[in-house]
């Protein structure tokens, strides 16, 4: 269980950070 939280917890921040870089690749190019 402790596990699966931790990779929960991992999985949530791998996803923010990729969406905030897309974020920011996608303002540089408009």
């Known amino acids: ?3 699966l939280r931790v ?3 991992v ?3 791998v ?3 990729n969406s ?3 974020g ?3 303002r ?3």
């Open 11 to 13: 999985f949530f921040v």
């Open 20 to 22: 905030l870089m897309l």
């Open 1 to 3: 269980m402790y596990l």
């Open 24 to 26: 920011h690749i996608l």
């Open 15 to 17: 996803l923010i950070s």
């Open 7 to 9: 990779n929960l917890e």
């Open 28 to 30: 540089v190019n408009l």
